[in-house]
């Protein structure tokens, strides 16, 4: 999987939001939009549609009114795996990999500071 320059853009404002607030300074539909962002980054990519599955999980329930906080730290849960197993698959490489190691450990911390 080689980075393009919207999937690595994403990463990289995706990572500075994560860093720069708390859980409860990011709303719902600050996450969707994110979300929204990440699943055009990553559409034409094959070897993400395990992720692109998440997302969309994930903003199914964050768009389904009030979300359930058990639920949505279970999704970002589910979604860092994931984000793990691209970081340390056959197709990451270089910088790229480094970059979802760390989104991968935030949306953990995130998601079980909810």
Do not use: C
């Not at 691209?86 to 079980?112: C, D, E, H, K």
């Amino acid at each position: 999987m080689g980075s393009n320059i919207l999937e690595q853009s994403m990463l990289d404002d995706t990572l500075t939001l994560f860093r720069e607030n708390e859980s409860s300074a990011i709303s719902s539909a600050q996450g969707v939009m994110m979300i929204d962002g990440w699943l055009q980054a990553l559409d034409k990519d094959a070897n993400l549609g395990h992720i692109k599955d998440g997302l969309t999980a994930l903003r199914n329930h964050l768009n389904a009114g009030h979300p359930d906080p058990g639920k949505v730290r279970e999704l970002m849960g589910q979604l860092a795996n994931q984000v793990e197993d691209v970081a340390q698959g056959p197709y990451s490489q270089g910088q790229w990999t480094g970059g979802l190691q760390s989104m991968a450990q935030i949306i953990r911390q995130f998601g079980n500071s909810l």
